[in-house]
Structure formats: structure tokens, C-alpha cells
């Protein structure tokens, strides 16, 4: 590849010897496309900029980016052609992610696919509509398909070449949240992200390696480093969830009144997710946590309240409100409190990929570090958590309010 950039390999003989390696066409044509000159690449990052090196290489991807602290409805998000990817596409950056992960929207028209591609970050993929195939290989000889359709999450394992195809009668769109703007902030370099050879064996071998999520499948969590007496979740280790919005969810009651979670550890990801759902006429516990969790509505509607400095929701100087229904996203900002609540008349159910660490910690970024840690442990008692009876009155009262909107009785005793 730095060959090919020095003007020493043309792009044919670039691809016949990627193909001898054991590339296929698609897949050499794929590298070309996403570092070659013309494409931003081989791209390395301008130096002494006021913006990333992330930031720059979303803005040399040539499709929108959307920015803000609150969409929503990624499902609406205007799109463009995408090169890379060879489907419609943009980029999303929330601002409470604070460059720990980004996301991305992608659409698939019926009959098409997406170019193939590999990469050294990791990726959560969730399907907003339609239905399609994933193939997933290190080597071509020994491809793996899955199928999917709305509400699936799954996650092709670090470096593993990927296709999605469409295989309904509508448009499918997935939106992802990834890894990448650490990983492109750290190395800035695009061919060493985008055009890798290492094998990450530890993550993905074999079809046997791609599980499908299960009652087998149930692991529990680990615990923070650091932090001690907080119950532990239940995680599901898999790489693939056929629907999060149907997936069993167990009690999880020191978050929030009936609440429910699933902790999930996709592909020996280092990033993680979780969905949780809560009933009608209950509001989640305030907390707190470092940045980054990008939180997906999936059902149900309501709204989440934010503040920052004081557990005292009035006395706040910095208060907003973000109503969600599905299809919603969001971050909390860094240690800023939040708190969810049921406005509808529907159980309200969330997924959310973060930093929360579970199988693997990872300090910097806060799973063992201050992000997520203490994020059931009362700020009486040094946590993060702002228990029902130590609450701002108003938390309630604006909640009463809004559920006499909709003539749902609060259930909160
Ligand atoms: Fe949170």
C-alpha cells in the first residue's frame, strides 16, 4: 500500500496482488476506494488543526454529517451517496460523545449491498428498518452469512471483512456506533485502520465464533475495578441479538423502579451495550457517568431530563429536556446528571452502546475508570446515583404534569 501511494504500484497491479493474497476484486477495489489519494487518502491528518483527526477524515468521507447533543429521529437523518461504502450514508456526531465513540447511518436500497469493507474499530450495528445479510470472513474461502431484519443488533467481529445486502422489499437502514474516532484521534492514519492484515483470532475464528444470543449465552458481569458492594448485572456474550426490542431483560431495580436490563457483550468488543426497559408511569433514578453513552429509543415515548452541577435539579444552571420516541438518540454529557422518564402508554425500552465495560474494562475511556463507575451508588455515599427520597420535588411534579397530558397513572409508590 505505501508502494501504491509513492506512485511505485499502479492500482492494477495493486489488485492483482491483493487478489493473489487472497483479497477477491471487491475487496482490493474496497482499499482503493477508501485510502487511494483521490478518497482523502492515505490519509493522514493535517497537523497543528483545530479539528480532530477524526473530525477531518468524516469531512473527507464526502457525505453529511449531523451534529448535535439530541436527533429525534435517526430515521429521518437526510443521507448522500457514499463512495466508501457504495449506499447512501452520514455521519453523526452527538456532542455529549466527546470523541470517545461516533456513529453512522447507512442505507441500503433493495437489491443493493455495501462495497466490502474491514477496519480496526469496533462497531455495534443496529437495524432500523428492513431486512438483509451480513457476510463476515478473514478468508474468502471460509465466508459466514447471517440474516437480520428491524430490531437486530449485532456486531462484526475487529478486522473482519463485512458485507450487508439487502435481501427484503424496502430499503434497510442500519445505524452504527463506533469506536473510531479514538482509534483514527490515536493513529491518524487510514491505511493502517482501513487497510490492516492482522488477525484478531481472539475475537473471531470461525462461524462457531458468530453466536447468535441466547438463554446459553448468559454470563455475569464483572465488576468495576475499584469499586466494590454494587450487585452485578447479567450479560449476554454474543455477537448477534435477532431482535433487541423483543430480548429478555432481567430486574434491575437499582437503576429505576420495575426496571429491567440486559447487559451484552458483543464480539469481544472492549465497547459495550446494554437495552433497558421500564413500564408505564415509572421514571429511571438520576445518575451520572462520563461521556459517550450513545442512547438509542427503540420503543415507547418520554422524555429525559439533564443537568449538570448539583444534584438539585432547580437549582441547576444548566437544565434540558430531550422528549424521545422511537427512533431517538442521544448522549448524556460528560457528568452531566440525567434521568429517564415514561411519558407514554407503552413500556419505554432503550439500547445503549457505551463505555460501561462489563468483560473488559476500559479505565481511560470510564468503564474502570470514572465513567459508569458508582452509577448505582447514592451521591450521599460517593457515588453518581440520586436516589428517589434525596430527589429535587420538581422531578416529580414536572412527571405528574406530564403524565395528566396523557392520562396515564403514575406508578411510582
Ligand atoms: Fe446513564
Not at 21 to 33: H, K, Q, T, V
Not at 254 to 273: F, K, P, V, Y
Amino acid at each position: 500500500m505505501v508502494r501504491l501511494f509513492r506512485g511505485l504500484l499502479s492500482q492494477g497491479r495493486f489488485s492483482k496482488r491483493a487478489r493473489r493474497m487472497g483479497f477477491g476484486r471487491e475487496s482490493a477495489e474496497s482499499i482503493l476506494d477508501t485510502v487511494k489519494p483521490s478518497n482523502g487518502a492515505g490519509f493522514t491528518a493535517e497537523p497543528y488543526s483545530e479539528k480532530t483527526p477524526y473530525r477531518q477524515w468524516i469531512e473527507s468521507d464526502g457525505i453529511p454529517i449531523h451534529i448535535g447533543y439530541h436527533i429525534p429521529d435517526v430515521r429521518a437523518l437526510p443521507l448522500a451517496p457514499w463512495a466508501r461504502l457504495g449506499v447512501n450514508g452520514a455521519h453523526v456526531v452527538m456532542e455529549g460523545a466527546e470523541g470517545t465513540d461516533g456513529a453512522y447511518v447507512c442505507e441500503i436500497p433493495v437489491g443493493g449491498r455495501t462495497k466490502p469493507q474491514r477496519y480496526l474499530f469496533e462497531e455495534v450495528l443496529y437495524v432500523l428498518d428492513g431486512e438483509g445479510e451480513t457476510t463476515i470472513w478473514h478468508d474468502r474461502t471460509n465466508k459466514h452469512s447471517f440474516r437480520w431484519s428491524k430490531g437486530a443488533l449485532f456486531s462484526p467481529p475487529l478486522n473482519v471483512w463485512r458485507e450487508h445486502a439487502n435481501r427484503g422489499d424496502a430499503p434497510a437502514k442500519l445505524v452504527a456506533v463506533t469506536d473510531l474516532p479514538v482509534v483514527m484521534d490515536l493513529f491518524h492514519n487510514a491505511s493502517f485502520i482501513f487497510d490492516n492484515d492482522f488477525v484478531f483470532t481472539d475475537r473471531y475464528g470461525s462461524e462457531q465464533d458468530f453466536s447468535v444470543c441466547g438463554p446459553d449465552r448468559v454470563r455475569e458481569k464483572g465488576r468495576a475495578p475499584g469499586v466494590t458492594g454494587e450487585g452485578r448485572g447479567k450479560v449476554y456474550e454474543c455477537s448477534m441479538i435477532p431482535d433487541a426490542r423483543a430480548l429478555p431483560l432481567f430486574a434491575a431495580e437499582a437503576r429505576g423502579r420495575r426496571n429491567r436490563t440486559s447487559e451484552i457483550q458483543l464480539a469481544e468488543n472492549s465497547l459495550q451495550c446494554h437495552v433497558s426497559e421500564f413500564p408505564v408511569g415509572v421514571y429511571k433514578r438520576a445518575h451520572r457517568h462520563g461521556p459517550g453513552s450513545h442512547v438509542l429509543v427503540i420503543g415507547g415515548r418520554g422524555y429525559s431530563l439533564l443537568w449538570t452541577d448539583t444534584p438539585r435539579f432547580s437549582e441547576s444552571a444548566n437544565q434540558t429536556r430531550v422528549d424521545w420516541g422511537d427512533g431517538s438518540l442521544f448522549v448524556p454529557p460528560d457528568r452531566w446528571f440525567h434521568q429517564h422518564f415514561n411519558g407514554g402508554e407503552s413500556p419505554a425500552r432503550y439500547m445503549a452502546v457505551t463505555w460501561i465495560g462489563g468483560k473488559y474494562f476500559v479505565e481511560a475511556l470510564g468503564g474502570g475508570g470514572r465513567t459508569h463507575r458508582l452509577g448505582t451508588k447514592s451521591v450521599h455515599h460517593g457515588g453518581n446515583m440520586i436516589d428517589y427520597p434525596d430527589e429535587d420535588p420538581l422531578i416529580r411534579e414536572i412527571f405528574e404534569q406530564e403524565l395528566k397530558k396523557s392520562g396515564v397513572k403514575m406508578d411510582m409508590a
